[in-house]
């Protein structure tokens, strides 16, 4: 079995701050871990993902996240919230063999000017 | 722009009528998959096609027919839904036969209203 957990479903920062978005896994086998963003109106959009190389994860729009497996996290950090990144994030874990996406239950951020 | 697309945009259709959504993708991928996405809430799996087989279907009522004509197309048939069926669709599609660490590739759904 596996599941992700998103701590804070609403998330408010400063433009110019930094930006975190806390998502932690429970998979009993190796987690391949990804976050994705959807903004209004579309669907949703890769920023990063995990699949069990380099545990400091390089996406898109500046975004980074870190597997830290003592911790059984994946956060998502960006250093400066610009207002285009207000949006919707979804943490999602798959795992070898499974077909299936599990996405945790969303954290949307929005960026106060 | 993405790379997976469906049509239509948005669609407006009564609970008797008989209406089909289409997803199209040109990324190789042999794994497609359709989704429904309530408003504030993450997307909920439906179905899964591996190599043009259907490999998941997660206890979806039968008034939802999924069809997979070819490795570039997933279409899903619609017949006598229900109000609370009301949902943006998504279709997704990733490489299959790697072990699930291919990431899944959205498009931009369909947002469906049944009167």
């Known amino acids: 079995a596996q599941s992700v957990t998103q701590l804070g479903s609403h998330v408010s920062v400063s433009e110019g701050a930094l930006v975190l978005l806390r998502c932690n896994y429970s998979?009993?086998?190796?987690?391949?871990l990804f976050w994705y963003v959807q903004y209004p109106n579309q669907g949703l959009q890769l920023l990063l993902k995990?699949?069990?190389?380099?545990?400091l994860v390089k996406g898109i729009n500046g975004f980074e996240a870190e597997f830290k497996k003592s911790e059984t996290s994946f956060h998502l950090t960006k250093p400066s919230a610009h207002m285009s990144d207000a949006a919707e994030y979804f943490c999602?874990?798959?795992?070898?063999?499974?077909?299936?996406?599990?996405f945790g239950t969303g954290t949307r951020l929005t960026i106060i000017p | 722009d993405t790379e997976v697309t469906q049509t239509p945009k948005h669609l407006v259709m009564g609970m008797t009528n008989k209406k089909s959504l289409k997803c199209e993708q040109h990324?190789?991928?042999?794994?497609m998959y359709w989704y429904k996405q309530k408003a504030k809430k993450p997307p909920e799996l439906m179905f899964v096609?591996?190599?043009?087989?259907?490999?998941i279907n997660e206890s979806v009522p039968s008034r939802f027919s999924p069809e997979c004509p070819n490795s570039s197309l997933l279409n899903l048939h619609l017949h006598a839904l229900q109000p609370e069926d009301s949902a943006l669709y998504l279709c997704?599609?990733?490489?299959?036969?790697?072990?699930?660490?291919?990431?899944?590739?959205f498009g931009d759904g369909t947002r469906l209203s049944i009167l």
């Open positions: 999602a874990v798959s795992s070898f063999g499974n077909e299936k996406l599990t």
């Open positions: 096609y591996s190599y043009e087989k259907l490999s």
């Open positions: 990324m190789g991928h042999r794994a």
């Open positions: 997704a599609s990733s490489q299959a036969g790697t072990g699930s660490n291919q990431p899944q590739h």
């Open positions: 998979s009993s086998v190796p987690p391949y």
């Open positions: 995990y699949t069990s190389a380099a545990t």
